[in-house]
C-alpha cells in the first residue's frame, strides 16, 4: 500500500502565495500521474493541475498562469506554487496519485487534504 501525505495549506490574504507539497510513500514502484484536486461545500472536487511522470503538465483555465505543478520523481512529491491568489482558491486541496504500482497491485490514491483559505 502507499499513502499521501499533505502540507503546506493555510490562510493567505488575496495576491499572496502558498506552497503545497504531497510526498507518497510505502513501497512504490511507479506512479503514473499526481495531481491537485480542490473542492468546496456543495461542489463537485474539481482538477487544479496534475503531471505525468515524464513532466507533461494540465491546468484548470482558472489557474493557468498563477499556479505551477511541479514533480520530484526520485521522492515520489508532487509540489503545487500557488500565486496571486484569490478568495475564489478557498478549498480543501486534495493529492491525487494516479497508477500507483506497488506490491499490493495498482490503484489510485488520495490524499487526506489540506485547507487553503484566501482573504479579501
Known amino acids: 500500500q502507499a499513502q499521501l501525505e499533505e502540507s503546506g495549506g493555510g490562510l493567505v490574504q488575496a495576491g499572496g502565495s502558498l506552497r503545497l507539497s504531497c510526498a507518497a510513500s510505502g513501497r512504490i514502484f511507479s506512479i503514473n500521474a499526481m495531481g491537485w484536486y480542490r473542492q468546496v461545500p456543495g461542489k463537485q472536487r474539481e482538477l487544479v493541475a496534475a503531471?505525468?511522470?515524464?513532466?507533461?503538465?494540465n491546468y484548470a483555465d482558472s489557474v493557468k498562469g498563477r499556479f505551477t505543478i511541479s514533480r520530484d520523481n526520485a521522492k515520489n512529491t508532487v509540489y503545487l506554487q500557488m500565486n496571486s491568489l484569490k478568495p475564489e482558491d478557498t478549498a480543501v486541496y486534495y493529492c491525487?496519485?494516479?497508477?500507483?504500482?506497488?506490491?499490493?497491485?495498482?490503484?489510485?490514491?488520495w490524499g487526506q487534504g489540506t485547507q487553503v483559505t484566501v482573504s479579501s
Open positions: 491525487n496519485a494516479d497508477r500507483v504500482v506497488t506490491g499490493f497491485g495498482v490503484r489510485d490514491y
Open positions: 503531471i505525468t511522470s515524464g513532466g507533461g503538465t
